[in-house]
């Protein structure tokens, strides 16, 4: 039978276990205190040998690590690749600003979503991942990051390889064991969930009482158009994703934000943009132009900086709140399942 991994446990169920094994209640805290540093069995110095043996026949401490480090020379921005127990790849990018330290974390082993301008859809959904094995993401970034008792990790963005909200269960107790005040204990306020408008999951989030920003991933001012570009507006119309995230923000009280990249001739002219301006009317929300990082197996280019702010400057004068994101790590193959891709296939050959 396969070991379970034992970051995958709250405290709660690790005192069970640990408790059922004989031991007193605080040697859970204790072991939790070093889960969350990204120790393995062997490191935890103050813990009974007996102890951890009896824990190792079942349970794995960490099921990620870090596969491989690339740091932009542009802009300090950092590409990892982590291994997963099964062998798999995936990938985060850590992006420094001034207020923080923002991690973009992976969801799933590939996607089901295919959009037409991401590399991570391109070999499909191979799997998703554990509540632990995306916490393993942060604990092993903050392992290499943190400054004395400072974490690395001061900001999370679910926005890396695959559809959050298609793995719903495990990213909400991800949600929970990352915000666990016994834990990393970063607050909800600095956790933003990216998704291609699944709309039943966005009410449930609500529903069920998660609060992270809920960004969506829109790209098309109309449903012709996204339909082109992401297979799932087949399935959601935008006018079904605005009344979702109006749900959502009546329920949380958190400010939407919509993403959209921009595709050189596609979604990117001036008509589009006061399209975009009528379906964000009314809405307490903020646009987030992106400058579309080059995916060769997709074959879509990005649009230049002069129609990218005149498409921004349509959206001013319509009241819109939009901000044009910050390129970065164009160098280390920064577009979400691009390197993983590159290196998988490299490994194959």
Not at 28 to 41: C, D, H, P, R, S
Not at 53 to 67: F, P, R, T
Not at 75 to 104: A, Q
């Amino acid at each position: 039978m396969a070991k379970s991994l034992l970051i995958d446990l709250s405290i709660e169920e690790i005192e069970n276990i640990t408790v059922g094994l004989g031991e007193p209640k605080f040697r859970a805290k204790q072991l939790w205190q070093w889960l969350v540093k990204g120790a393995e069995f062997s490191q935890m110095s103050n813990l009974p040998k007996g102890f951890l043996d009896k824990l190792s026949q079942d349970y794995i401490a960490q099921g990620v690590e870090v596969y491989g480090e690339y740091k932009s020379k542009i802009d300090g921005t950092v590409k990892y690749l982590y291994k997963l127990c099964d062998g798999n790849i995936i990938e985060g990018v850590l992006m420094k600003y001034k207020y923080g330290n923002t991690l973009c974390v992976s969801t799933q082993v590939g996607c089901r979503m295919n959009c037409a301008f991401c590399a991570s859809g391109l070999d499909g959904l191979i799997r998703n991942l554990t509540a632990g094995e995306i916490l393993g993401q942060v604990i092993a970034v903050n392992a290499r990051n943190a400054i004395g008792e400072d974490r690395g990790v001061t900001n999370i963005v679910l926005m890396g390889s695959g559809e959050p909200l298609d793995n719903y269960d495990n990213v909400c107790k991800f949600l929970t064991l990352v915000s666990d005040e016994k834990g990393l204990n970063i607050s909800k306020r600095n956790i933003s969930l990216s998704t291609c408008g699944l709309c039943d999951r966005i009410r449930q989030l609500a529903d069920d009482g998660y609060t992270p920003t809920m960004t969506i991933s829109l790209h098309a001012p109309n449903d012709e158009m996204r339909k082109e570009i992401m297979p799932i507006a087949k399935k959601y119309s935008i006018a079904d994703i605005i009344k979702a995230v109006k749900y959502y923000f009546e329920k949380t009280g958190r400010r939407i934000i919509f993403e959209y990249s921009m595709i050189a001739g596609k979604n990117d002219t001036e008509e589009c943009a006061r399209q975009l301006a009528g379906v964000v009317k009314g809405l307490a929300c903020h646009i987030n132009l992106i400058p579309l990082n080059y995916v060769k197996e997709r074959g879509l280019d990005g649009s230049n900086k002069k129609n990218i702010y005149r498409f921004m400057s349509v959206l001013e004068k319509q009241g819109v709140s939009v901000t044009v994101r910050r390129s970065m790590g164009s160098d280390i193959d920064g577009a979400c399942g691009q390197l993983r891709r590159k290196v998988v296939n490299n490994e194959d050959n």
